[in-house]
């Protein structure tokens, strides 16, 4: 992972380096005696990432070292990420391809300042946050699109790309309403696919425990100046124990044409997925059942030129179903619950240089539309659920108008960039909100650049949040905005060894959402404005660039963690997420080449959340419990020759049993092998 504090982060860590031309293979080299470190835990692999294997050329060495000039979404006008005056971590292909990840759900573990809470494992569901905020808080965005779901956090990562079709992973730390708008109240993560200027076709097949199976089939092709990608992924498991069985399809499409005025960029991307949900939102009910479908679409233009303009229409639709009940459902049950949100979205975002930096502005448009059975207010005439034999009963939906404003100025070793956006919010008694910000950087020495920052936010709250009813939760439709208020400083150090950053930061909010509770034994929670919260943390990273610099069979090692306390200004209360926030988290890595074509990428991950969760025995609470720390271990074997992959992974090394988030335990230690291949076509 990489972290925008140096140049090359995490993913210089784990990129890969041109290998030499031996006729090794990966059940010769198990065979051979392998001394490095904690290898012993090799023994146990066999592997996850599916990915397109492709020999390295030159142009992909350079990018080891070039990293720092990558485009990255921090800033309404282009900016490099060298560029960035906050704490922007980068997961790139490289690294993608390295490590024992098979979701992008997994692969955000990897990031010290992210919070992933999995109730169900390889990317089924899982709440992601950023630096101790909640699920809800943090903003997803695909190729630059927001896809966040109005519904609820939970369905935010319910994506129609496979990891084996992303690019890189961009995580930007900390409000980001200025860029991205509303709802980037404590981040934001853009997830960038791969567009590929040749005609190639890639097939991958992944197998493992419990049932696992996950295989790619894509194909690119360019057609004179357009370029196509089309990619098709089905994964399933029977589940690491009763009820956490899943399936999942995904179908995506891309072109990009490219002209002299500028490019013309399309996707489109359907995702249909089924899974058990043991004890997903209560263990006094723990058969649950959830599927979903999404569908998701939009198209951009980049105008070349002196005023550059970028216009944008974007469709997403989700529809849910969840079952209390997956079988046998008590006498008292009425029937499941049906969801189906549409957004529907334009923008356009302009920037031109001239002698004083670069000026941005723009306007944007949001509509976000629910129909149910359980959210919203009830319907003069109800409507059939598609697909079922059911009807939506109730609907409500809001319209968000923003406009922005952001000048940026490069002047000798000074990065300043400040700019506000303001929006206003149909259904709601706001007015007109206004979410100023501003960063600079000074760069010190030559490998080392100050930074610092201050950033706000608003985030309305979900429908979910306004109007959930069930026998555990209870929705409160008189929820105000939650608001927040970011200062951060540090340093960036970006040397050819040695890389990293030191950050501290300040968050202030308000009238925080939060679903509480008042007595351990009330077994329901409902979302009420905390006071306010007031976290306060900092964050390091160090790499180790020991491969680029002293040779081929040295390791890349890294570091990063991060320590938040959040402090809350009523505590008459249990929080289910608020106040379940990461207060210790670390990271570290090390890729090694064991031989040529093969290496070997280890993982050591420790968590330490506060707050507490209601214990169960069967379907009965028997008390809080406070969360308990735990150590996770993950290693990986890749070995690749010219147009094949091979893998062998195993994730959770040493059988930790842990809890995430309530009484959902998480798979014990998971094996998975895999292998790839892409053949690639004349033009």
């Not at 066999?46 to 990293?67: G, N, R, W």
């Not at 990558?70 to 690294?95: D, F, H």
């Not at 356009?348 to 723009?362: D, E």
Request: aromatic share 12%; no cysteine.
């Amino acid at each position: 992972m990489k972290s925008v504090k140096f140049k090359h982060d995490a993913q210089s860590v784990l990129t890969f380096r041109k290998w030499g031309r031996k006729n090794y293979s990966l059940f010769l080299a198990l065979r051979k005696t392998v001394i490095i470190g904690v290898l012993s835990v090799v023994y146990f692999l066999s592997t996850p990432v599916i990915s397109l294997a492709i020999e390295q050329d030159t142009s992909e060495v350079k990018m080891e070292y070039d990293l720092d000039e990558i485009e990255v979404s921090a800033q309404r006008s282009p900016v490099i990420y060298s560029q960035v005056a906050r704490i922007l971590s980068v997961i790139e292909r490289k690294e993608i391809e390295a490590v024992a990840a098979q979701s992008v759900q997994d692969l955000l573990e990897y990031i010290a300042g992210v919070d992933v809470r999995q109730r169900g494992d390889e990317g089924v569901q899982a709440d992601v946050s950023i630096r101790g905020g909640t699920f809800d808080q943090t903003l997803i965005l695909l190729n630059g699109i927001n896809i966040t779901d109005p519904q609820t956090g939970h369905h935010n990562l319910n994506l129609p790309v496979s990891l084996a079709q992303i690019e890189r992973i961009e995580v930007l730390e900390g409000p980001a309403a200025r860029v991205y708008g509303p709802n980037a109240f404590s981040g934001a993560i853009n997830i960038v696919t791969r567009q590929v200027q040749k005609n190639s076709l890639s097939v991958a097949a992944s197998d493992g425990s419990f049932g696992y199976f996950d295989g790619n089939l894509a194909g690119t092709m360019k057609t004179g100046k357009v370029n196509h990608l089309l990619a098709f992924n089905g994964k399933r498991s029977d589940g690491y124990t009763t009820n956490t069985d899943f399936k999942e399809i995904n179908g995506y499409y891309s072109n990009e044409l490219e002209t002299e005025s500028g490019k013309l960029k399309f996707q489109l991307g359907a995702s249909e997925k089924g899974f058990g949900a043991n004890s997903f939102y209560t263990p006094k009910y723990p058969n649950q059942y959830e599927a979903t479908k999404t569908l998701f679409t939009s198209v951009k233009w980049e105008e070349n030129g002196t005023m550059h303009i970028t216009p944008v229409v974007y469709y997403r639709r989700h529809q849910d179903r969840f079952e209390l009940f997956r079988s046998d459902p008590a006498s008292w049950y009425s029937g499941h619950n049906y969801h189906l949100t549409n957004v529907y979205g334009a923008s356009v975002n302009s920037w031109f240089k001239w002698g004083w930096g670069r000026t941005a502005f723009g306007v944007e448009y949001r509509s976000e539309n629910i129909l149910s059975n359980v959210l919203g207010v009830p319907m003069a005439e109800p409507k059939d659920v598609p697909g079922e034999d059911a009807q939506f009963t109730k609907s409500d939906n809001r319209n968000i108008f923003s406009g922005f404003l952001e000048h940026a100025v490069y002047l000798n070793d000074w990065t300043v960039t400040a700019g506000l956006m303001a929006n206003s919010i149909s259904n709601s008694n706001l007015g007109l909100n206004v979410f100023p910000g501003v960063e600079v950087s000074y760069q010190l020495l030559d490998h080392a650049k100050l930074f610092t920052s201050y950033n706000t936010s608003l985030r309305m709250p979900s429908f979910t949040d306004l109007y959930y009813q069930g026998p555990t939760n209870i929705g409160n439709p008189d929820l105000k905005p939650e608001k927040s208020a970011t200062l951060e400083g540090g340093v960036k150090f970006n040397g050819s060894v040695f890389r990293g950053h030191l950050v501290t930061f300040y968050r202030h909010g308000t009238d925080i959402i939060d679903w509480v509770k008042t007595d351990e034994n009330d077994e329901v929670w409902q979302p009420q404005n905390l006071t306010e919260i007031n976290s306060v943390g900092f964050e390091g990273q160090a790499q180790l660039l020991l491969r680029s610099n002293y040779g081929k069979y040295y390791p890349n090692l890294q570091a990063s963690y991060l320590y938040n306390n959040v402090e809350k200004g009523a505590s008459d209360f249990i929080s289910n997420y608020v106040l379940d926030n990461l207060k210790h988290k670390l990271v570290i890595s090390a890729n090694q080449q064991i031989i040529r074509r093969l290496f070997f990428d280890l993982k050591f991950v420790f968590q330490d959340r506060e707050g507490s969760y209601t214990e169960f025995e069967d379907t009965a609470p028997v008390g809080e419990v406070p969360y308990d720390p735990f150590w996770l271990v993950d290693g990986k074997l890749s070995y690749k020759s010219k147009g094949m992959s091979l893998f062998a992974s195993v994730n959770n090394i040493f059988n930790v049993r842990y809890n995430d988030i309530g009484n959902v335990i998480q798979p014990g230690r998971w094996l998975k092998a895999g292998i790839s291949w892409e053949l690639a076509f004349d033009n």
